[in-house]
């Protein structure tokens, strides 16, 4: 170990790193039942119902968790018992969502495309051309399995086409990629505080169609995850069912207000881009390649082939790199040796030159880096 004693940078897709004032926020303790915290809440809830123009038409609802516990608690109420969800898969996030959907005992059907290939409009409406039964699609934005950005537009487009509903596993792209339910129709968006708004993980959202939720109540098979409930009690009483994550919605809040303050969604998108730019020269320069086609890579996290030497392991190269000031993430491919890289975070590009920096000293220290630039 090393004695860094700073905060690591964290090149991972949540948990991210957070800003300072992020942080700090955290350091107060807030009454659940008090008007001051269900007035953040509230404040938070028009916020994200800001980014995706939703006003009118969607109703922002909090959950307490990790996102994975806001996908299933949008399934579980927005699917009916005898719903059939059509799930479109290239990674790990798309067999998770089918996952929960078939364990909350609805019918689940699953089209899945090999990790590098987005699922195409075509896809679907063949899929739901073939098979009117199908009631909802659920797909994931950007796959973090890999980085693939999915084509949501189009995709949204074809759903309606065929009178269905739209679910989007939004986790990795809100906030920094493009949603706007005034082009998307979709009937729910999910994701997390600790993605792309950059708060800290502990609380997911779902942003669900109004006129479809009123008529959910009693779908959910959970308690604590009855989407329905969890919004009428909010409506109702202004706090949250259960014990809120006071400190996390307080930080969410404030990483709101620097996401504003920043210029919003294509400020992000912005920098984003930028640090993607920056990882891909310096990947370049190590001779190291990206796995996916850059045409449909989102800059949010990056996978890349690990290097073709036998004094390569990720465990090593993940500790030297960590011992240095960065963490980064494994790679999630059943078929290649890769690792991750993500762009995403209170970092901009000077934290991801010394990143790349960081993994050129551990090649080299590992004795790869020369036999790669040879
Ligand atoms: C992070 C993420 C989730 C949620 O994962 P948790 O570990 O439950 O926070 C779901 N879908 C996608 C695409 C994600 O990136």
Redesign the pocket.
Known sequence: MSLVSRDPVLLT??PLTTSLQTKSAMLRDWGSWDAAFNAVTAKIRQQLLDIVHGHGSHVCVPMQ???????EAAMNTLVPRDGHVLVLIN?A??K??AKLVSMMGRKVSTFETPEHVPTTPADVDRLLSADPGITHVGL??????TGILNPLEEISQVVKKHGKSLVI?????FGALEIDARKVEFDAV?A?S??CIEGP?GM?FVIARKSVLEQCEGNSLSLSLDLYDQWTYMEKTTQWRFTPPTHIVLAFHEALNQSIAEGGQKARLSRYTKNYEALMAGMRELGLKQFLDPRIQAPI?VTIHAPESAHYSFKDFYNRVRDKGFILYPGKLTQAETFRVGCIGAIGVAEIRQAVNAMRDALVEMGIYEAVAA
């Open positions: 897709p949540g968790g990790s996102g994975t516990f806001s996908v990674g996030y798309g998770r969502m994931i934005h950007c796959e973090t399995s596993d939004a986790m990795s792209s999910i997390a600790g993605k993980p997911g996290i």
